[in-house]
Structure formats: C-alpha cells, structure tokens
C-alpha cells in the first residue's frame, strides 16, 4: 500500500454516533507483555505481565483505537512502580482522548530469600496486582494486592494433642489502596510476619527442623492471621483502605478454613 493510499482509508472509529450514549469502560484485556518491575533496593527486575486497558468512550464517539492500548505498551520502558503506572495511565487518557480511564496489571515477582539456618538462598513467587484508575473527580488512585503463601499450625490441633499438630499452607492476600508509594516487599513482609511461619523455596535438612518447630511454637488460627495483619494495616498511614483474607488448605479436611477483614480507613472507626 502506498503512503498517499493510507491518507484516504476511513477512520470509522472515530465516526459520529447517534444514540448518545457513553460508554464507561472501552479497551483491551487480557494482553501479555514483557515488563520490568521496581524492586524495593531500586533494581529493575523483569517478568511478563497481563494488562487490561480501558477507557471511558464520549457519548458522540463511535468506537475507540485499539491499537493505541499496544502503542502505549511498546513504547513503556520504565519500569513498573507508582509513579510510573501513572505516568502510562495518564498518556492513555492523552492518546485516546478520555477524561477517565484504568489499568490493572498482573504478574509474579520472585524475592529472593535466604533459609533460616543453613542461608542457602532461592526465589520465591508471588503474585502481585495493581490496579490504578484516574478520573476527573477521584484523580490518580492505585491499589496494590499481593498473595503470599505462609504455613500456619491450628492452635486447637496443638492443645488436645499429646504429640503434633495438624498444619496447613495458608495463601495470605492483602489488597490495599495507596495514598503513598509502598513497595511489594512490605506487603510481603507484613503477611509473612502474622503467618505461624514463613515458606521458602529451598531447605535443607537443618532449616526444615526449624520451621517445622517455629510453627509449633507460634500456632495461628485463620481469624488470628487476618487480625494480626490487620493491626499492622491498622497503623499504616500510606494507606486509605484495606482487604485482607487468608485461605487456609487444611491438611485433615477436604475444604478450606476462609477468614476476610475489609476496612475504609478513611471512615470513623
């Protein structure tokens, strides 16, 4: 095709509509894409990431440029944090012409961890969520979720027990909505400190009879583990509100034990 053919080819997505109706959200989903991620010591470490990008479409406005959403994502080299989310969500808006708009991104980050005794170090995953909207009335907000996996003991096993108790690995997810920057390894930190003990991804022999007693010395139930991490995101001022649930797989059942606090801070306690 020649260039002067391109000239002439109709834009029907910006063509007129009639029915005067808006449309809230308008975009792609589900769109992977290599990206890089700020660590907390400032590195970039990289990882492949799923976008859903949307944007409000005007009433008068027939369709919205697809193509601008993958135009953005090629042209971001910046690695992921707060500040740069919404540096790529406010030239979403720019490109496509809207006044509100947002984007979540998913993807693992691995944190690398040292065994408690023997120090042999390996990465552990988790998955992280950011979802980041801007409007004319809220402007600039971000919400940060991250899902950890910890190993909790039951209490009540451990008391009518005269030898062992029954243990469970507890996937742990905090979702908090950011007034400030916090970096993924807090919230990590934060749910691992509540958890009877944390996981790694490689022990030796010395380290596994270590967390084995570290649990046994430090038994949590569901309820416990969701309140002690609520108590910390109680006292956190760069937050303006809060989910945490724990789903604990329980090692006698064949279901989980579930528990969830949800908190707007901003609200009289």
């Known amino acids: 095709m020649q260039a002067d053919e391109k000239l002439w080819l109709p834009d029907v997505q910006s063509s007129a509509d009639a029915r005067a109706i808006a449309i809230d959200s308008v975009g792609i989903k589900g769109i992977r894409y290599p990206m890089t991620v700020r660590t907390l010591d400032g590195r970039a470490q990289p990882t492949v990431a799923e976008f859903d990008m949307y944007v409000g479409l005007a ?7 697809m193509s601008r959403f993958v135009e953005l994502l090629e042209a971001h080299t910046a690695p992921l944090d707060y500040s740069t989310v919404e540096q790529l969500l406010r030239r979403m808006l720019d490109r496509l012409g809207a006044e509100h708009g947002e984007v979540e991104i998913r993807f693992p980050y691995f944190i690398r961890k040292a065994a408690p ?13 950011i979802h980041a909207r801007v409007s004319p009335l809220a402007g600039f907000r971000l919400r940060l979720q991250v899902t950890v996996a910890a190993t909790s003991l039951c209490p009540c096993s451990k008391e009518i027990s005269r030898y062992g108790a029954h243990n469970q690995r507890s996937h742990i997810t905090i979702d908090t909505d950011l007034l400030e920057p916090m970096a993924i390894e807090e919230l990590v930190a934060i749910a691992e400190r509540a958890a009877s003990c944390e996981v790694y991804g490689m022990l030796k022999r010395s380290d596994e009879k270590f967390v084995t007693e570290r649990a ?12 002690d991490i609520a108590a910390s995101l109680n006292a956190e001022s760069r937050l303006s509100g809060y989910a945490v649930q724990a789903e604990n797989f329980e090692s006698i059942h064949n279901h989980s034990a579930y528990a969830r606090i949800t908190r707007d801070k901003t609200l009289p306690a």
């Open 59 to 65: 009433p008068d406005v027939k369709g919205t440029h």
């Open 117 to 129: 005794v023997s120090g042999v170090e390996s990465a552990l995953d988790h998955l992280v969520k």
């Open 216 to 227: 046994y010395e430090n038994p949590k139930f569901v309820e416990d583990l969701v309140r």
